[in-house]
């Protein structure tokens, strides 16, 4: 990730990137393509507490904290899946928990997500993002004490 790229940036290369296809179905191939390249979550992360709620699919979100800024991992047992966590890392990992909180992430609607995914795939995308900007405030919070 473009460390120097803001979260608005980044979404924008990101639309862009989806502007290129002309087809749901190569824009769905696009998402699985990006799923297989997200590195693989080690384990020891794969547990109950790292799951995310309001998912279909299996899917395990770590996050950490690391001078000031926050950083995810992931995996879903759906490829799917795994290609949307990869965009929401894309995103937002490597922010600070304010840069994370205040982010619209306006990309999803721009791309076409809310409107193309099945009713429980959108639900779990909004789950994946409640959960990224839950770790994010948790560690405001902590920064803070």
Same mark, same amino acid.
């Given at each position: 990730?473009?460390?120097?790229?803001?979260?608005?940036?980044?979404?924008?290369?990101?639309?862009?990137? &989806?502007? *290129? &296809?002309?087809?749901?179905?190569?824009?769905?191939?696009?998402?699985?393509? *990006? @799923?297989?390249?997200?590195?693989?979550?080690? /384990?020891?992360?794969?547990?109950?507490? #790292?799951? %995310?709620?309001?998912?279909?699919?299996?899917?395990?979100?770590?996050?950490? *904290?690391? /001078?000031?800024?926050?950083? &995810?991992?992931?995996?879903?047992?759906? %490829?799917? %899946?795994? @290609?949307?966590?990869?965009?929401? +890392?894309?995103?937002?990992? @490597?922010?600070?928990?304010?840069?994370?909180?205040?982010?619209? *992430?306006? &990309? +999803? #609607? /721009? +791309? @076409?997500?809310?409107?193309?995914?099945?009713?429980?795939?959108?639900?779990?995308?909004?789950?994946?993002?409640?959960?990224?900007? #839950?770790?994010?405030?948790?560690?405001? +919070?902590?920064?803070?004490?």
């Amino acid at each position: 990730m473009n460390q120097a790229a803001t979260i608005q940036e980044t979404e924008k290369e990101i639309v862009e990137e &989806f502007a *290129l &296809f002309d087809s749901w179905d190569d824009k769905y191939e696009y998402i699985i393509d *990006l @799923g297989k390249k997200l590195p693989a979550l080690a /384990e020891e992360h794969k547990i109950d507490e #790292n799951k %995310v709620k309001g998912c279909q699919s299996t899917v395990w979100l770590a996050a950490s *904290l690391q /001078e000031g800024r926050v950083y &995810f991992e992931a995996d879903s047992d759906a %490829v799917i %899946v795994k @290609g949307l966590i990869s965009m929401l +890392i894309r995103v937002l990992s @490597g922010r600070t928990p304010d840069e994370i909180l205040n982010a619209p *992430l306006n &990309f +999803i #609607n /721009e +791309i @076409g997500m809310t409107t193309h995914l099945a009713q429980t795939r959108s639900n779990g995308l909004l789950s994946m993002v409640k959960q990224m900007k #839950n770790y994010a405030l948790a560690f405001k +919070i902590k920064m803070q004490s």
